[in-house]
């Protein structure tokens, strides 16, 4: 499982390629980019905080339990963090499995569990000012 | 020493990134820190409010300890 | 709407980009690859054979269908055919919506049509000889 | 005319790829072009045997006309 949070841009590809999982016959992809709009409101950017030790951690235990009981057998996260303009990719999540059922509950059970249990916050930059964008409460917390 | 953090809106209302507090000779839990840190501005605070301690989802009535790291959040939107 | 049949490996990432698709916050992709293993046999390869005229048509109808249930801002298909040894690429289907649960249900539908509806038809080979792989038969037929 | 094509194991049994037929002057439907292209050799075929009318899905049962192109496969297996 590859654990990757940083600032920078990446090539979902070739990020991919580099694992060269042995017995995989399918490959799950997520990729979130920031909308250019968002209620009619025009989005120029999005302002990405976290908390980093906690992503680290909460991103390792959410693909170890994904990759366990969905059966996968290679986990990629790149999550990025700072100011992304609009159309800039925001996130990666790739799967592999021996088999497709396995790898599209995988990629999505992991991309949600992101949304409501790793410590993100999003601002989003618009002409009329900087909004939060409203957030997730982890489900086993109620 | 108990390290608090604060995270995006907490952090903006309470102006308060990290801080560290003594712990209390009596048990404590995280609203107890809140409580410390926050005073009047918590009415203030998103609800609901999220609660880390040592970088695990917790809540306000999970206990805490001498060496801890809690942290207070809003709702997250990772992904 | 892009699909593509061709003898020819494809560059996933290259192929989506060159879509740039605007107001599109989710992204997901499916790629498919020749096993190295089914049941214990080694394969080496995979012989793929279509009916072109019917694979293209059926895809069309496949992706248009999906693209309008799920309301998918775009669809790519591209499917090779012809000898494919292991750990090659066969089938990359992406699809790009303003939301992630759309972008997740409108890929899977794609990729479970092809397997029932597609023409295609599957030969493995491995040391021990070759095999057509068991196929499958449109839902609404029975 | 119609034309008939077959593919994989249809294909390999029947010995044939695409084929002309004239069309009778009786009503005809897939099932009797399989007849007069397969004759004895129709109980080699896989079976659930799959048919499609002008690039279409369709049954054994489905009509066909002068100008179709009928074609007879295994269940497929894309992706």
């Keep these: 499982m590859i654990i990757r949070l940083q600032a920078e841009d990446f090539d979902p ?130 | 020493m108990i390290t608090i953090r604060c995270f995006a809106q907490v952090r903006e209302i309470l102006g308060c990134e990290t801080r560290e507090l003594a712990p209390s000779h009596t048990p404590q839990c995280a609203s107890d820190l809140l409580k410390a840190i926050a005073g009047e501005r918590a009415a203030d605070l998103p609800m609901p409010l999220l609660v880390a301690i040592n970088c695990e989802h917790a809540s306000l009535t999970s206990p805490v300890k001498d060496g801890d790291e809690v942290a207070f959040f809003p709702p997250v939107s990772g992904g």
Excluded: N
């Design chain 1, 13 to 142: 590809e070739r990020e991919a390629q580099a694992l060269d999982v042995r017995g995989a016959g399918a490959r799950v992809s997520f990729v979130g980019t920031v909308r250019d709009t968002a209620e009619d409101r025009r989005i120029e950017a999005l302002d990405i905080e976290h908390y980093p030790e906690m992503t680290r951690a909460e991103l390792g235990r959410i693909g170890a339990a994904v990759q366990d009981r969905h059966r996968l057998l290679e986990v990629l996260v790149i999550h990025r963090y700072g100011r992304l303009l609009s159309h800039e990719r925001i996130v990666l999540v790739t799967v592999w499995s021996a088999h497709r059922a396995q790898a599209f509950a995988g990629c999505q059970a992991i991309v949600d569990a992101l949304k409501t249990r790793a410590p993100f916050w999003k601002k989003e930059i618009s002409p009329e000012g900087a909004v939060w964008v409203p957030g997730q409460t982890p489900q086993d917390l109620g």
